[in-house]
């Protein structure tokens, strides 16, 4: 097995790692004191525009999307070292490439499922960076762990124009709270009464500035609001209307498209967290050479040796599950490398989390302040043992796979 990058990969590092050091961590602070002085906060700061221009010129931009006629054309493999290191930097990093979710997945729905009238619309301003998007799927209502619990509707019009009629209520829909965020994808329920419940549901593509459409408020995670992503939000869809042409796909084809989905933004997390755990051991080394107790360095202390030699383990593991990951989902597709997905989906942020909290632990009271990112580092990956399906769900579909053997 050959462990080692290809030229291209490595060009892009060496050219991505400069562009963090020279742009984006420098960037962290300006655009805190610039998101401060806007007249909302969910305006996007002046310096972010300004790295996504300079990655642009770069070449470093859409790396996410295989597909090369609309992205990099970069495998997994190859686009998994690439998403690590902008993880270090989780606010700035992925948004200034354009590879930042939601719209990772969204425009890869588009490219994969949508018509050209669609992709000429939405696709191509997302893909240039011009709006953001939302997906919009879970739901407070019901456990949105089993998608097929949705209870929004997309009910056709009893006018006979055939337009669709959307009504349901939506919550932590990332991104939607950003004044740049144009279109949401919907996910409800076309058939509710349909006897297979994996094609009860469609897809449909809603204008944010819709009738009936209402952005009601913002959801905290952990205390945070999350201004660099666009915030999460709770959306009310009440009797929004469409025309029918903004079906994604097929109807009763919302759940497939959902898992082609989100096979893709699983991976693109763990790549990125280990990159936030990377992070987190850099600060945590720096911390322990520069500070003192009781007499001597903290790099000195028995138990900081543990915790940084547990962490570098930990992530050389991590990493190499992930790449595993990837280059299955290169050569034998993502049906294929299901159960390993499942794994780093399980296995990669519980990981993170405790490397973070150690990091944490060891900076004292400024782990937990503003003056550090651990903190919205934790909240990050500890919110990440939930999305795109919790660890428990993954852990039982992969028992379920791995008992198969023995029944």
């Known amino acids: 097995m050959d462990f080692a990058f290809d030229a291209r990969t490595e060009e892009l590092r060496a050219k991505l790692l400069a562009f963090m050091d020279e742009y984006v961590y420098p960037a962290e602070a300006v655009a805190e004191e610039q998101r401060a002085a806007l007249a909302s906060p969910w305006d996007t700061p002046a310096v972010v525009e300004e790295l996504k221009a300079e990655a642009r010129r770069q070449g470093l931009w859409n790396l996410f999307l295989p597909d090369a006629e609309y992205g990099a054309g970069l495998t997994n493999l190859q686009y998994a070292p690439l998403a690590e290191i902008t993880g270090r930097s989780p606010h700035l990093g992925p948004t200034a490439l354009n590879c930042a979710a939601p719209d990772t997945g969204n425009m890869e729905v588009l490219a994969q499922f949508g018509d050209d009238a669609q992709k000429k619309q939405w696709l191509e301003p997302l893909l240039a960076g011009e709006i953001r998007s939302a997906f919009a799927m879970t739901e407070p209502e019901v456990a949105s762990s089993d998608a097929t619990n949705i209870t ?165 593991q991590l ?3 992930v790449l595993k990951t990837a280059w299955l989902m290169d050569t034998v597709g993502n049906r294929g490398a299901h159960a390993e997905i499942q794994a780093i989906k399980i296995a990669t942020p519980r990981a993170v989390v405790d490397i973070i909290d150690r990091a944490i632990q060891l900076h004292g009271a400024g782990g937990v302040s503003q003056d550090f990112p651990l ?27 791995e008992l198969k053997k023995y029944l």
């Open 152 to 316: 929004t509707y997309i009910e056709r019009a009893s006018d006979g124009t055939g337009d669709y009629v959307i009504t349901g209520r939506k919550w932590y829909i990332s991104g939607a709270m950003n004044p740049d965020c144009k279109i949401f994808i919907v996910m409800g329920k076309t058939d509710p009464d349909g006897t297979d419940i994996r094609r009860q549901q469609s897809m449909v593509l809603v204008p944010r500035d819709t009738p009936g459409v209402t952005v009601k408020r913002a959801m905290k995670v952990f205390g945070y609001e999350d201004h660099s992503h666009g915030g999460h939000a709770e959306v009310v869809f009440d009797h929004a209307r469409v025309p029918v042409t903004n079906l994604v796909g097929e109807e009763g084809g919302g759940f497939a498209i959902a898992q082609a989905r989100l096979g893709p933004g699983r991976i693109h997390h763990c790549m990125r967290l280990i990159g936030m755990a990377e992070r987190a051991i850099e600060l945590m080394c720096r911390r322990a050479v520069s500070r003192q107790a009781f007499g001597k360095a903290l790099a000195q202390q028995g138990v900081v040796h543990n915790w940084i030699a547990d962490a570098r383990v930990t992530v050389e």
């Open 375 to 401: 903190a919205d580092l934790y909240a990050g990956a500890r919110t990440l043992m939930i999305a795109d399906g919790p660890d428990e769900v993954h852990q039982r579909s992969l028992a379920r796979r």
């Open 319 to 321: 990493r190499l599950l």
